[in-house]
Protein backbone atom coordinates (compact mmCIF):
# COMPACT_ATOMS: atom_id res chain seq x y z
CA UNK A 1 0.00 0.00 0.00
CA UNK A 2 1.08 3.72 -0.73
CA UNK A 3 2.74 5.64 1.89
CA UNK A 4 0.00 8.31 3.41
CA UNK A 5 1.81 11.73 3.15
CA UNK A 6 1.11 14.33 5.98
CA UNK A 7 1.99 17.26 7.11
CA UNK A 8 0.82 18.06 10.50
CA UNK A 9 1.70 21.46 12.81
CA UNK A 10 0.55 22.71 15.95
CA UNK A 11 3.40 22.86 19.08
CA UNK A 12 5.00 24.69 22.02
CA UNK A 13 3.48 23.33 24.42
CA UNK A 14 2.00 19.97 25.38
CA UNK A 15 -1.52 20.86 25.27
CA UNK A 16 -1.12 21.37 21.17
CA UNK A 17 1.40 18.39 20.49
CA UNK A 18 -0.28 15.49 22.46
CA UNK A 19 -3.64 15.73 20.32
CA UNK A 20 -1.44 15.49 17.46
CA UNK A 21 0.34 12.42 18.37
CA UNK A 22 -2.86 10.80 19.46
CA UNK A 23 -4.00 10.88 15.72
CA UNK A 24 -0.84 10.03 14.48
CA UNK A 25 -0.57 6.97 16.57
CA UNK A 26 -4.00 5.89 15.67
CA UNK A 27 -3.35 6.59 11.90
CA UNK A 28 -0.90 4.77 11.89
CA UNK A 29 -2.58 1.59 12.91
CA UNK A 30 -3.89 1.50 9.35
CA UNK A 31 -1.74 3.28 7.20
CA UNK A 32 1.78 3.53 6.66
CA UNK A 33 3.04 6.92 7.33
CA UNK A 34 4.96 9.43 5.92
CA UNK A 35 5.29 12.81 8.15
CA UNK A 36 6.42 16.00 8.04
CA UNK A 37 6.09 17.90 10.89
CA UNK A 38 6.67 21.65 11.34
CA UNK A 39 8.02 22.23 15.03
CA UNK A 40 8.29 25.49 17.87
CA UNK A 41 12.13 25.00 17.80
CA UNK A 42 13.39 24.16 21.06
CA UNK A 43 9.47 23.61 22.66
CA UNK A 44 8.40 19.86 23.53
CA UNK A 45 7.37 18.85 19.82
CA UNK A 46 10.77 19.71 18.42
CA UNK A 47 12.63 17.61 20.98
CA UNK A 48 9.92 14.69 20.82
CA UNK A 49 9.00 14.22 17.21
CA UNK A 50 11.25 12.21 15.87
CA UNK A 51 11.63 9.95 18.69
CA UNK A 52 7.71 9.54 18.83
CA UNK A 53 7.63 8.74 15.46
CA UNK A 54 11.15 7.85 13.76
CA UNK A 55 11.93 8.47 10.56
CA UNK A 56 9.61 11.80 10.54
CA UNK A 57 11.18 14.85 8.73
CA UNK A 58 11.05 17.71 11.25
CA UNK A 59 10.88 21.51 10.01
CA UNK A 60 11.99 23.36 13.37
CA UNK A 61 10.64 27.09 12.98
CA UNK A 62 12.18 29.67 14.90
CA UNK A 63 9.17 31.89 15.84
CA UNK A 64 7.34 33.70 18.97
CA UNK A 65 3.80 34.47 19.50
CA UNK A 66 1.74 38.17 19.26
CA UNK A 67 2.73 40.02 22.55
CA UNK A 68 -0.40 41.15 24.52
CA UNK A 69 -1.64 43.75 24.37
CA UNK A 70 -2.11 42.83 20.06
CA UNK A 71 -1.50 46.41 19.45
CA UNK A 72 1.90 46.44 20.91
CA UNK A 73 5.07 47.61 18.38
CA UNK A 74 6.87 44.85 18.99
CA UNK A 75 4.63 42.43 17.43
CA UNK A 76 5.37 44.56 13.76
CA UNK A 77 8.76 42.87 13.86
CA UNK A 78 6.96 39.09 15.16
CA UNK A 79 4.86 39.54 12.31
CA UNK A 80 7.50 40.28 9.60
CA UNK A 81 9.23 37.08 10.72
CA UNK A 82 6.02 34.89 10.46
CA UNK A 83 6.03 36.54 6.67
CA UNK A 84 9.21 35.44 6.09
CA UNK A 85 8.68 31.78 7.89
CA UNK A 86 5.61 31.30 5.44
CA UNK A 87 7.80 31.74 2.67
CA UNK A 88 9.88 29.10 3.94
CA UNK A 89 7.73 26.68 5.01
CA UNK A 90 5.94 27.17 1.01
CA UNK A 91 8.88 25.49 -0.29
CA UNK A 92 9.31 22.77 2.21
CA UNK A 93 5.26 21.94 2.00
CA UNK A 94 5.58 22.08 -2.09
CA UNK A 95 8.20 19.89 -2.35
CA UNK A 96 6.93 16.85 0.06
CA UNK A 97 3.33 17.57 -1.39
CA UNK A 98 1.49 15.87 1.44
CA UNK A 99 -2.51 14.80 1.39
CA UNK A 100 -3.20 17.20 4.15
CA UNK A 101 -2.33 19.45 6.99
CA UNK A 102 -3.19 18.59 10.25
CA UNK A 103 -3.05 21.82 12.54
CA UNK A 104 -3.77 22.33 16.26
CA UNK A 105 -2.82 25.69 16.50
CA UNK A 106 -0.24 27.83 18.73
CA UNK A 107 1.24 30.17 16.94
CA UNK A 108 3.65 28.55 14.99
CA UNK A 109 0.88 26.92 12.60
CA UNK A 110 -0.15 30.53 11.07
CA UNK A 111 2.38 30.59 8.72
CA UNK A 112 2.31 26.77 7.92
CA UNK A 113 -1.64 27.07 7.42
CA UNK A 114 -1.35 29.91 5.18
CA UNK A 115 1.21 28.37 3.17
CA UNK A 116 -0.82 25.29 3.07
CA UNK A 117 -3.67 27.04 1.54
CA UNK A 118 -1.56 29.27 -0.84
CA UNK A 119 -0.73 25.64 -2.22
CA UNK A 120 -4.35 24.13 -2.14
CA UNK A 121 -3.20 21.71 0.39
CA UNK A 122 -6.45 20.36 2.28
CA UNK A 123 -6.00 21.89 5.89
CA UNK A 124 -8.13 20.51 9.16
CA UNK A 125 -7.61 22.59 12.29
CA UNK A 126 -8.17 21.47 15.99
CA UNK A 127 -8.72 23.74 18.92
CA UNK A 128 -8.50 22.16 22.19
CA UNK A 129 -9.63 24.65 24.53
CA UNK A 130 -13.32 26.02 25.22
CA UNK A 131 -11.73 29.53 24.19
CA UNK A 132 -10.60 29.48 20.52
CA UNK A 133 -7.10 30.36 20.17
CA UNK A 134 -5.95 33.89 18.18
CA UNK A 135 -4.37 31.73 15.42
CA UNK A 136 -7.42 29.34 14.86
CA UNK A 137 -9.68 31.97 14.88
CA UNK A 138 -8.06 33.73 12.30
CA UNK A 139 -7.31 30.60 10.23
CA UNK A 140 -10.68 29.02 10.44
CA UNK A 141 -11.67 30.28 7.03
CA UNK A 142 -8.46 28.15 5.40
CA UNK A 143 -10.28 24.52 7.20
CA UNK A 144 -11.94 22.21 5.38
CA UNK A 145 -13.54 20.74 9.15
CA UNK A 146 -12.74 22.70 11.93
CA UNK A 147 -12.93 20.45 14.83
CA UNK A 148 -13.85 21.54 18.33
CA UNK A 149 -13.58 20.09 21.64
CA UNK A 150 -16.22 21.97 23.34
CA UNK A 151 -19.58 22.79 21.78
CA UNK A 152 -19.19 26.64 23.29
CA UNK A 153 -16.02 27.04 21.38
CA UNK A 154 -18.89 26.95 18.21
CA UNK A 155 -20.10 30.53 18.63
CA UNK A 156 -16.72 32.04 18.36
CA UNK A 157 -16.16 31.25 14.41
CA UNK A 158 -17.11 33.03 11.66
CA UNK A 159 -17.51 30.03 9.34
CA UNK A 160 -20.55 27.95 7.90
CA UNK A 161 -21.58 25.30 10.74
CA UNK A 162 -21.01 22.56 8.59
CA UNK A 163 -17.17 23.19 8.78
CA UNK A 164 -17.39 22.62 12.22
CA UNK A 165 -16.81 19.25 13.66
CA UNK A 166 -17.56 18.62 17.40
CA UNK A 167 -14.86 15.30 17.90
CA UNK A 168 -13.60 16.88 21.82
CA UNK A 169 -9.99 16.53 22.28
CA UNK A 170 -7.63 13.31 21.31
CA UNK A 171 -6.00 11.84 24.14
CA UNK A 172 -3.38 9.34 23.96
CA UNK A 173 -4.12 5.72 25.41
CA UNK A 174 -3.59 4.32 28.64
CA UNK A 175 -1.08 1.30 28.31
CA UNK A 176 -1.05 -0.09 32.22
CA UNK A 177 -3.63 -1.05 33.98
CA UNK A 178 -4.74 0.21 37.85
CA UNK A 179 -3.07 -2.82 39.15
CA UNK A 180 0.11 -2.15 37.46
CA UNK A 181 0.48 1.60 38.36
CA UNK A 182 -0.61 1.03 42.33
CA UNK A 183 2.74 -1.47 42.07
CA UNK A 184 4.82 1.49 40.08
CA UNK A 185 4.62 3.54 43.23
CA UNK A 186 4.80 0.69 45.62
CA UNK A 187 0.84 2.02 46.83
CA UNK A 188 -2.12 0.17 48.35
CA UNK A 189 -5.25 -0.35 46.11
CA UNK A 190 -6.76 -0.17 49.01
CA UNK A 191 -6.85 3.58 49.08
CA UNK A 192 -7.98 6.42 46.86
CA UNK A 193 -5.65 7.67 45.08
CA UNK A 194 -5.13 11.22 44.26
CA UNK A 195 -3.03 12.79 41.26
CA UNK A 196 -1.54 16.47 41.73
CA UNK A 197 -0.65 18.17 39.13
CA UNK A 198 0.61 21.93 38.12
CA UNK A 199 1.03 21.83 34.58
CA UNK A 200 3.85 20.97 32.81
CA UNK A 201 6.85 23.34 35.02
CA UNK A 202 4.71 22.70 38.13
CA UNK A 203 3.13 25.29 40.10
CA UNK A 204 4.68 26.41 43.61
CA UNK A 205 1.04 27.86 44.55
CA UNK A 206 -0.39 24.30 44.73
CA UNK A 207 2.89 22.72 45.97
CA UNK A 208 2.83 24.93 48.67
CA UNK A 209 -1.06 24.72 49.51
CA UNK A 210 -0.91 20.86 49.39
CA UNK A 211 2.20 21.02 51.61
CA UNK A 212 0.46 22.54 53.82
CA UNK A 213 -2.64 19.92 53.73
CA UNK A 214 0.28 17.00 53.83
CA UNK A 215 0.62 18.77 57.16
CA UNK A 216 -2.46 18.42 58.50
CA UNK A 217 -2.45 14.83 56.97
CA UNK A 218 -0.50 12.77 59.04
CA UNK A 219 -3.30 10.52 61.27
CA UNK A 220 -4.89 9.87 57.89
CA UNK A 221 -2.04 9.01 56.10
CA UNK A 222 -3.93 5.17 56.01
CA UNK A 223 -6.59 6.69 53.92
CA UNK A 224 -5.60 8.62 50.86
CA UNK A 225 -2.11 8.30 48.73
CA UNK A 226 -0.87 10.23 46.66
CA UNK A 227 0.90 10.73 43.23
CA UNK A 228 2.30 14.18 43.31
CA UNK A 229 4.08 16.08 40.18
CA UNK A 230 5.92 19.29 41.65
CA UNK A 231 7.73 20.31 38.59
CA UNK A 232 10.90 20.26 40.31
CA UNK A 233 13.20 18.17 42.56
CA UNK A 234 13.57 20.34 45.70
CA UNK A 235 10.01 20.29 46.20
CA UNK A 236 9.48 16.52 44.88
CA UNK A 237 12.65 15.98 47.65
CA UNK A 238 10.93 17.74 50.57
CA UNK A 239 7.65 15.81 50.13
CA UNK A 240 9.15 12.45 50.95
CA UNK A 241 9.12 12.92 54.51
CA UNK A 242 5.19 12.31 53.76
CA UNK A 243 4.69 8.32 53.52
CA UNK A 244 1.34 8.58 52.13
CA UNK A 245 2.85 11.06 49.22
CA UNK A 246 4.88 9.94 46.13
CA UNK A 247 6.46 13.06 44.85
CA UNK A 248 7.94 13.38 41.53
CA UNK A 249 9.92 16.60 39.39
CA UNK A 250 8.10 14.84 36.26
CA UNK A 251 5.96 12.16 35.93
CA UNK A 252 6.26 9.50 33.12
CA UNK A 253 3.23 8.16 31.65
CA UNK A 254 1.17 10.73 33.28
CA UNK A 255 -2.02 9.74 31.23
CA UNK A 256 -1.46 5.85 32.93
CA UNK A 257 -1.79 7.57 35.96
CA UNK A 258 -5.20 10.20 35.66
CA UNK A 259 -6.84 7.07 34.01
CA UNK A 260 -6.76 4.52 37.03
CA UNK A 261 -6.91 8.30 40.05
CA UNK A 262 -9.99 8.18 42.04
CA UNK A 263 -9.58 12.18 41.77
CA UNK A 264 -7.10 14.62 39.88
CA UNK A 265 -6.34 18.26 41.13
CA UNK A 266 -4.85 19.83 38.48
CA UNK A 267 -4.82 23.59 36.37
CA UNK A 268 -7.23 23.77 33.55
CA UNK A 269 -4.78 22.82 30.64
CA UNK A 270 -6.88 21.01 27.60
CA UNK A 271 -5.11 17.91 27.45
CA UNK A 272 -5.80 17.02 31.20
CA UNK A 273 -9.74 18.21 30.85
CA UNK A 274 -9.89 16.13 28.20
CA UNK A 275 -8.34 13.27 30.22
CA UNK A 276 -10.74 13.45 32.69
CA UNK A 277 -13.65 13.32 30.09
CA UNK A 278 -12.28 10.65 28.33
CA UNK A 279 -11.21 8.45 31.29
CA UNK A 280 -14.19 9.45 33.23
CA UNK A 281 -12.38 10.57 36.26
CA UNK A 282 -13.14 13.27 38.77
CA UNK A 283 -11.15 16.27 38.72
CA UNK A 284 -10.76 19.41 41.13
CA UNK A 285 -9.41 22.39 38.58
CA UNK A 286 -7.77 25.28 39.64
CA UNK A 287 -7.18 27.31 36.78
CA UNK A 288 -4.02 29.00 36.11
CA UNK A 289 -5.41 32.98 36.30
CA UNK A 290 -2.39 34.30 33.72
CA UNK A 291 -3.82 31.54 30.91
CA UNK A 292 -4.42 33.68 27.67
CA UNK A 293 -8.49 34.72 27.58
CA UNK A 294 -9.13 32.67 31.14
CA UNK A 295 -9.77 29.62 28.92
CA UNK A 296 -8.51 27.69 31.61
CA UNK A 297 -11.48 28.70 33.44
CA UNK A 298 -13.51 27.73 30.72
CA UNK A 299 -12.07 24.90 30.05
CA UNK A 300 -12.99 23.57 33.88
CA UNK A 301 -16.33 24.90 33.32
CA UNK A 302 -17.39 22.36 30.72
CA UNK A 303 -16.17 19.15 33.37
CA UNK A 304 -18.07 21.42 35.89
CA UNK A 305 -20.96 20.36 34.17
CA UNK A 306 -21.13 16.98 32.91
CA UNK A 307 -20.22 16.13 36.69
CA UNK A 308 -16.85 15.31 36.99
CA UNK A 309 -15.46 18.85 38.20
CA UNK A 310 -14.86 21.07 40.71
CA UNK A 311 -13.33 24.21 40.38
CA UNK A 312 -11.71 26.33 43.15
CA UNK A 313 -9.66 29.53 41.95
CA UNK A 314 -6.74 30.01 42.98
CA UNK A 315 -7.34 33.62 44.92
CA UNK A 316 -9.63 31.46 47.00
CA UNK A 317 -7.10 28.50 47.09
CA UNK A 318 -6.38 27.30 50.63
CA UNK A 319 -5.66 24.22 52.28
CA UNK A 320 -8.97 23.99 54.64
CA UNK A 321 -11.25 24.98 50.77
CA UNK A 322 -9.13 22.04 49.14
CA UNK A 323 -9.39 19.59 52.24
CA UNK A 324 -13.58 20.50 51.97
CA UNK A 325 -13.16 19.55 47.97
CA UNK A 326 -11.35 16.76 48.20
CA UNK A 327 -13.78 14.88 50.39
CA UNK A 328 -16.85 16.00 48.76
CA UNK A 329 -15.34 14.84 45.64
CA UNK A 330 -14.26 11.50 46.65
CA UNK A 331 -17.52 11.02 48.22
CA UNK A 332 -19.40 12.40 44.90
CA UNK A 333 -21.47 9.23 42.67
CA UNK A 334 -20.97 10.20 38.86
CA UNK A 335 -23.20 9.14 36.35
CA UNK A 336 -21.12 10.51 33.00
CA UNK A 337 -20.55 8.19 30.33
CA UNK A 338 -17.69 8.76 28.05
CA UNK A 339 -18.54 10.03 24.76
CA UNK A 340 -17.25 8.25 21.77
CA UNK A 341 -13.39 8.44 21.17
CA UNK A 342 -11.79 11.98 19.33
CA UNK A 343 -9.46 10.41 17.70
CA UNK A 344 -11.68 8.20 15.69
CA UNK A 345 -14.60 11.03 15.19
CA UNK A 346 -11.53 13.50 13.87
CA UNK A 347 -10.05 10.55 11.61
CA UNK A 348 -13.40 9.39 9.99
CA UNK A 349 -14.17 12.67 9.15
CA UNK A 350 -11.06 13.36 7.42
CA UNK A 351 -10.40 10.23 5.70
CA UNK A 352 -14.11 10.06 4.28
CA UNK A 353 -13.54 14.34 3.39
CA UNK A 354 -10.08 13.13 1.13
CA UNK A 355 -11.80 10.08 0.43
CA UNK A 356 -8.54 8.37 1.34
Excluded at 43 to 62: C, H, M, S, T, Y
Excluded at 190 to 209: A, Q
Aim: proline share 5%; net charge positive.
Amino acid sequence: MKKLRVAFCGGGTGGHYYPAVAILHELSKSRELDLLYFTVSGKIDDRNVEQDFPGAKRVPLRLTGLRRPLYNPANAGILFSHFNTERYVKRQLSEFSPEFLFSTGGYVSYPVVKAAHQLEIPVFIHEQNSVVGIANKRLAKYARLFFISFEESREALDIPQEKIVSSGNPVREARASRSEVFKKFSLSEKSPLIVVLGGSLGSETINKVFEELYCGMRERKKELSFVHSTGNDETALSLRRFPFVRPYAYIENLTDVIACADLVVSRGGATTIAELQYFGRKGIIIPWPGASENHQFHNALSLERVGLGYVILEEKLTSAALGIAIDEMLQKEISYKPPRRPVEIVLDNILREESI
